[in-house]
């Protein structure tokens, strides 16, 4: 203990709380908790908010589809037996091609929400299909290409994920949890007389197939959220024929093969941006600063790993988060009149872009020629052990006090900013780690959310735009400057 | 009774927990007062922690064949549980702000009798109330709680070494708020 926490102790050794439990409550309880587990029946209660959870994900979805037939299920069956899951495994194993077919109930038909090829020696392909769209990610194992169907960038990185690892790390969800036999929903499948197991939960219902050679064919989720229901079917076929061309893609001259990092950092320059200062091992810049008419302002910033940080940390993994930056009214009992709100950012493999409005919150920010906020830049992960190693701080607060670019006197620049972001969003969106549109939306039941482009959100351009203009709009009325 | 034919004791019931209703009351009484102490400590009122403390064993009784353990890593989950009841608690602000007034009042009532712990009670938990949810846990936990940074980073999910630098981050944020009010929390 250190003398600050020795310090703090003896502030509160003589502090008296009422804390003596009091015994009517306790019996009380006692009795509620024995009432509650007479009622509650004996079998297991199956937990599918990690289903729910897992299946948030569009890609997880699909790729837990994979993990179903390539690890299978996880049956246990006890007494010492080998579980229904172990043999599956075993199944799969002896597989060397596997099919599935992803379908969704929706407006009452069934329409393909994903597609996976497994193929143990050639990889994997993964397509989801959503709004007349396909996104697709195809690894042969040396390779990983992430791109949209009829899109004009496609992600080339080298593979990164085992496959095998892969399906074992989706495995630990849900499946792991011991469905009940149902032999009266017991099918034929392709001629394969298939058993009937299924997990429950209040609104909730996953239902399997499991054939002879302990396959499994089908599942099944019925699921009821917020009172919105939804049902999907997975159809599975093993030892099917799989063009080897799947797993090797070929792109027309109209298509750019890029390197996602590289390709952002093509688009934000250091050497044209407006304002740059090294912190932490970040290089964090300015790349836009435009004022409008009314005090509103727009500027896009970045944060990037500098080279030498690169070289230090050894980066690898694209998803690896390394920190960020982020714009913050100012709070330092001087005053700020910038109130940034975030309409977006792209991650990648140790670069961020964001972009912000910046919103008055007083009159001079009408006069203002420039911008007044604080960055507020933290590491993490790699680079916040570099930091403590080298007894640096993890995060650091700059002053951002710089003058845009130029004044625009545009009279309604929300909607083509929106439109700006929102069109990099889509080209960007299948093949970058996470694209950000807009950092709050309110659902139906007023609940408030952070909507991601991706996964599985799926926000149209007028629900962004929609977002925006209320979020600009709450805070001007909140400021009394919507006049 | 040794350690270790304590330790299969205690392996046994929480075993048996799942199924035998005896076995479930007796974990129960041996970890209500801890778990009602940690409400308290958090929420800084007795009728919230009573409510709060229901809904924690509420949610063991309908859980409790998930967990897999010991009665120590026992322990442990109901205060991650408890954590994560009282976090949702305190998320309506109008219970915060409830709380708070609660708690003014409980320290008018009490400053004749107690004088300087009512105010500093008063103080700590204006303080206290000021921090992120996650450091109003680790500073409960290490000194009401009296867990060591281990067990502290067992219950979060986390590692011993974050958790000593969010404690020290929220004892800097403390200090600040208390430091001009009491001398014997500075330096």
């Not at chain 2, 229901?54 to 890593?73: A, C, P, W, Y």
């Amino acid at each position: 203990m250190n003398d600050n926490e020795r310090q703090f102790e003896n502030f509160v050794s003589n502090i008296k709380f009422d804390d003596t439990p009091d015994s009517d409550h306790r019996n009380k309880l006692e009795q509620d908790l024995l009432r509650v587990l007479t009622k509650q029946p004996r079998h297991k209660q199956q937990p599918l908010k990690i289903w729910r959870i897992i299946m948030k994900s569009r890609i997880t979805k699909l790729a837990m589809a994979a993990a179903v037939l390539i690890v299978g299920l996880v049956f246990l069956v006890g007494d010492g037996q080998q579980s229904l899951y172990a043999k599956a495994v075993e199944a799969l194993e002896q597989a060397r091609t596997v099919h599935v077919v992803v379908k969704e109930y929706r407006d009452g038909q069934w329409f393909k929400d994903h597609e996976i090829w497994y193929d143990r020696e050639a990889g994997i392909v993964e397509e989801e299909c959503y709004e007349g769209r396909t996104d697709v990610r195809i690894d042969n194992g040396r390779y990983e290409w992430r791109y949209a169907v009829g899109g004009e960038l496609v992600a080339q990185l080298n593979s990164y994920r085992d496959i095998d690892e892969f399906a074992r790390s989706l495995c630990t969800g849900w499946l792991r949890y011991d469905p009940n036999r149902v032999p009266s929903g017991d099918v034929v499948i392709d001629g394969a007389p298939c058993e009937m197991y299924v997990l429950s939960n209040v609104g909730d219902k996953v239902s399997i197939w499991v054939d002879g050679k302990n396959h499994v064919r089908q599942f099944e989720e019925a699921r009821e959220l917020r009172g919105q229901k939804t049902e999907s079917r997975a159809t599975v076929e093993y030892d099917v024929v799989i063009a080897q061309n799947r797993f090797s893609p070929k792109f027309g001259p109209e298509v750019k093969v890029i390197n996602p990092r590289e390709w952002i950092e093509e688009q934000y320059p250091l050497d044209t941006a407006i304002f740059t200062r090294k912190c932490l091992g970040f290089v964090f810049a300015v790349h836009e600063l435009k004022s409008y008419e009314k005090g509103l302002k727009y500027i896009v910033c970045s944060t990037r790993l500098s080279e030498q940080t690169r070289r230090e940390i050894g980066t690898g993994h694209p998803w690896t988060y390394y920190g960020d930056s982020k714009l913050f009214d100012r709070y330092d009992g001087t005053g700020t009149y910038d109130h940034p709100i975030l309409l977006g950012r792209v991650t990648h493999d140790g670069v961020r872009i964001s972009w912000y409005l910046l919103l008055p919150s007083d009159n001079r920010a009408k006069r203002s020629p420039g911008c007044d906020v604080d960055v507020i830049v933290n590491t993490a992960n790699q680079l916040e052990e570099k930091c403590k190693a080298e007894g640096l701080p993890t995060r650091e607060k700059l002053r951002l006090n710089i003058a845009t670019q130029e004044s625009q006197g545009s009279k309604a620049p929300v909607r083509e900013i929106v439109k700006q972001v929102y069109s990099l969003g889509e080209k960007l969106d299948p093949i970058v780690h996470s694209f950000l549109l807009t950092e709050v939306v309110t659902k139906p039941d007023g609940e408030k959310m952070q909507a991601w482009r991706r996964p599985v959100i799926r926000l149209s351009e007028e629900e962004y735009n929609e977002g925006v203009e209320r979020r600009v709009q709450e805070w001007l009325e909140l400021m009394g400057l919507n006049k | 009774m040794d350690n270790d034919s304590k330790a299969a004791d205690h392996s046994k019931l929480m075993t048996r927990a799942c199924s035998d209703r005896a076995a479930f009351v007796q974990l129960y009484r041996r970890h209500y007062d801890a778990v009602f102490r940690y409400c308290v400590h958090r929420l800084f009122e007795r009728t919230a922690a009573e409510d709060v403390t229901s809904d924690v064993f509420l949610k063991v009784v309908e859980n409790i064949h998930r967990f897999k353990g010991t009665e120590k890593q026992f322990r442990n989950w109901l205060y991650r549980i408890a954590t994560n009841a009282v976090n949702n608690y305190l998320r309506k602000t109008a219970r915060r702000n409830r709380l708070l007034k609660v708690a003014c009042e409980q320290a008018n009532s009490q400053v004749t009798d107690c004088g300087e712990s009512a105010e500093k009670l008063t103080l700590l938990r204006e303080a206290v109330f000021s921090l992120k949810p996650r450091y109003q846990t680790i500073i409960t936990l290490r000194f009401f709680e009296n867990l060591k940074l281990t067990e502290i980073a067992e219950v979060l999910g986390s590692n011993p070494g974050t958790i000593r630098s969010q404690l020290a981050r929220a004892l800097a944020k403390l200090r600040k708020k208390l430091a001009t009010d009491f001398t014997d929390f500075t330096d």
